[in-house]
């Protein structure tokens, strides 16, 4: 089982481009509902700033009835609208597929989408001064909510030896 990010007509491909590299380093499958506000395909997205495309598992759907029939699991739909914070939901059981569902950068998720999971829509508290967070921003914040309630399983908690190393603060 596992992770599931879920990107609703994403419109931004710099946006997009973060959430693959998130993905990549996290070990988080990547679904797109299209249309998409970019090409899906190596130049456009390392245009947009995606080097570890091949690091990243990504399927691509033309709508989300399509994506709904093929996979199964717990959903969580992130909207300015919803009434719950990420961790009042329990997200530890690594055995089931979790899908963490975000909306285009201009409108959201629809309504007609929202209606039918009211009681799994969250948020993430903020002040009156803006009306949302950056799309990119946000899906890291529940990407890491949902691994830290999983402790974090299968990932490095330190650096990896194959880069500079866990000590390499006190080395000289």
Known sequence: MGLHVVLYQPEIPQNTGNIMRTCAGTNTTLHLIEPLGFKVDDKSLKRSGVNYLEHTKFFVYPDFDTFLSKNQGEFLFFTRYGKKTPDQFDLSNSDKNIYLVFG?????????????????????????????????????????????????????KTEPESMKGEDWLIKD
């Open 104 to 156: 285009r950068e201009s409108t959201g998720i629809p309504k007609s989408i929202l209606r039918e999971h009211l009681d799994r829509c969250t948020r993430y508290p903020m002040n009156e001064n803006i009306r949302s967070l950056n799309l990119s921003n946000t899906v890291c914040l529940g990407i890491y909510e949902v691994l830290r309630q999983q402790n974090y399983q299968g990932l490095s």
